[in-house]
């Protein structure tokens, strides 16, 4: 494990568990059975999260749209899942728009694949 990483331990933690839901589950399901899964195992490990977190996007005083994150796990790291054979472009814009817009440090984008589980890291380094 690297030390040099954001919340190391707890994000290596929270990669098991998408790739053991993975891994117990298949792939090619749909985003909701994987997320459904996910909070079960949430729950059996005790991780604190909150699901479909409203996030509010202001400009200057004023409210103009929000965002929901899939999860805030333990108010430090934003998980957000979606299928399919690869990341898109705008499935990392929209995590690290998540990061800018709670001040949060770490993201991770799960993509759940018809044969793996592919996790990206995404940083705020702002």
Avoid: C, W
Wanted: aromatic residues 16%; charged residues 25%; proline residues 1%.
């Amino acid at each position: 494990m690297r030390n040099d990483l954001v919340y190391p331990k707890f994000s290596y933690e929270i990669v098991g568990i998408l790739f053991s839901v993975h891994n117990q589950l298949g792939g090619g399901l749909q985003e909701k059975i994987y997320y459904m899964a996910l909070k079960k195992v949430f729950d059996q490990a005790r991780i604190k999260y909150k699901e479909q977190f409203r996030v509010d996007l202001n400009y200057g005083s004023s409210k103009i749209t929000h965002y929901f994150l899939d999860f805030l796990i333990d108010d430090k790291i934003v998980l957000e899942i979606k299928t399919g054979d690869r990341f898109r472009k705008e499935n990392i814009e929209q995590v690290y728009a998540y990061l800018k817009s709670t001040g949060l440090q770490l993201g991770i984008l799960a993509n759940f694949t018809k044969s793996s589980l592919k996790y990206k890291r995404i940083l705020n380094l702002y």
